[in-house]
C-alpha cells in the first residue's frame, strides 16, 4: 500500500514541475512578445545644419530656432539633429575650406545623413560642391540666400529652398509713406563687401525716384564720423540703414549693434532691413525674417522627408519678408498706427491700464450701475414701506381716537360736553401735530364766526374770538356751499380769495384746513 502511494506522489509532483515549466516557458514567450506589439519604434531621420557664420550670431541662432521648431512638428519618424556652424565669415580661404571638408568627411563617414538644410550662400556653395564626398545622394535645402548668389551654384538635381529678397523699395516706400513731408534719405550700409553690393543694388532702385528726394550715402564714412553727421541731419529726412559691418576706416561692428548706435545719434527717424534690428532703435519697415526663413527652411525639409521630391517643391522668397515695426519708436516719432501698411506687426507695445481691463472695467462698471439700481429701488422700497407704515399707524391712531370719542359723548351728561370737546380738541392736535385746533360757531345773522373751544400749542397765538364774514367773503360762501377749504401755502388761494391772503398775514396762518359743521342744509360752523 505505501509503495502504491509513494508511485501516486511521484506522479503528481512530476507532473506539477511539468505545468510550472510551462507557465515558465509561456511567461518568457508573452515578456518577449510584448515590445514588439506594444511599442512602435519611430523611424530616425538625420538632419544636418549647416549655418555659413558663427554661433552667438542673433539672425542665425533665430533661423536655426525656427527650424528645429518646424522640423519638431513630425508625427512620422524622430529627429536626429548636427548643427555646424562654419564661421566663413572670418576663415575664408582654401585652406579653411579643405580643413572643413576634411573634418565634415571624417566626422561623418559612419552617418547616414537624410537632408542637408544649408542656411546662407557659403554653405550652400560648400554643401552643392562637396556634398557628395560627404553625403552623396542627400536632398539640399538652402535659406537666406540671395537670387545672383543661387545663380553661381552649380546645378543640383536634389535643390530646392527660400530666396534671401531684400525689399529695397518697400522699406524706402513704407518710410515715406509714415512721412510724408519727407525730402531727404540718408542710407547706412557700411564699407564691407556685402554692404558696397547693397549700396549698388540701392542706388540702382532708387534711381527713378532721386529727381524727388535728395539721396545721401553714408557708407564710406568712419564710425566717429558718420554719428556727428546723423545727429545734424536737416529737417525732414529719414534713415535707412542696412547692414554695417565694416565702417569707412576699417573697424568691424556688429551689424544690430551698429543699427542701435545709428538709431540713437540720429535726429530723424531711422528704417532698418532685418528683424533683428527690432529692439534696437529703429523704426521698422519691410524687414527681412530670419525666423521666416528658417521656419519656411524647416517646413520645406519636412515635407523632403515625408517623400517630396525636392524639384517639385518651387523656390521662392514668399512670406520671409514682413512688415514689423516697434510700438515705442512709433510713440516717438508720431507716426500714428492707422498709417502703417495693411498686416503690419507692431512689437513692444505697452498698454494703457483702460487697454488691458477694458472689459473688465466695463463690466465692473456695469455690476456697480445694477446694483446701485437695485440698491435704490431697496431703499425707495424701504422709504415707501415706512411711510405706509407710518400712515397705517396714524389711521390706525385715528380711528382709535374716533372710537374713544364716540365712547366718549355716549351718555355723557351735559355739563361735560364743552370739558370733553376740548380734550378731543387736544387729542386732533396731538395726534395730526397741529399748531392749533378751533370750532367757530356761525352767528344767528350768519355775519360773524365765533369761536367757541380751542386747543393751540404754548408758542402758537390765540386764535381770535370772532371773525367778521366781510373779511372772509370769498371762505364764506365756500363754507355755506359746504365746502372744505384746505391749502398748504396762503399765497396758492386764487386771485378771487385776495381779502383772505390780507387776513391770513395778518394773522400770522401759513396753511389751513376748514371743515364746515352743519345738520341738514344749515351751516352752524367749522372746525378750524
Known sequence: MMSSYRGKIRKVCETLCVCKLCVIILGSLVLIALPASGQQTKETKRVLILITGQLGVPGYEIAREAMESSLG????????????????????????????????????????????????????AFAAAHGDEIFPHTPIVFSAVLQNQLSRIKNHIELTGSLLKIDYLGLLNTALNNHPGTRHVVVVSGSSKAGRLMEGQIREVYEPYKDKYDFIYLGDLAMRDLLPRLAKLPEHTVVIYYYLALDGNGQEFKPWQAAAMVSEAANAPTYGMADTYMGHGIVGGALVSWAAHGKEAGQIGLRILNGANPADIPISSEGTTLKMFDWRQLKRWGIPEDRLPPGSIVRFKTYSFWELYRWYIVAAFFLILVQSGLISFLLKQRVQRRRSQDDLAKRLRFEKMLSALSARFVNLPPERVDPEIRRVLESIGKVFDLDRVSIFEVSENDQKLHLVHSYKNADIKAPLSEIPF????WARQKLFNGETLIFSDSEDLPAEAGAEKNFLRAQGIISVAAIPLSTGKKTLGQVG
Open 73 to 124: 512638428k513630425s508625427t512620422n519618424f524622430q529627429i536626429e539633429l548636427f548643427v555646424e556652424y562654419m564661421d566663413f565669415y572670418r576663415f575664408d580661404d582654401a585652406s579653411y575650406n579643405k580643413t572643413l571638408l576634411d573634418w565634415y568627411k571624417a566626422k561623418y563617414a559612419g552617418i547616414n545623413i537624410d537632408l542637408v538644410i544649408a542656411y546662407g550662400y557659403h554653405a550652400l
Open 470 to 473: 366781510e373779511q372772509l367773503p
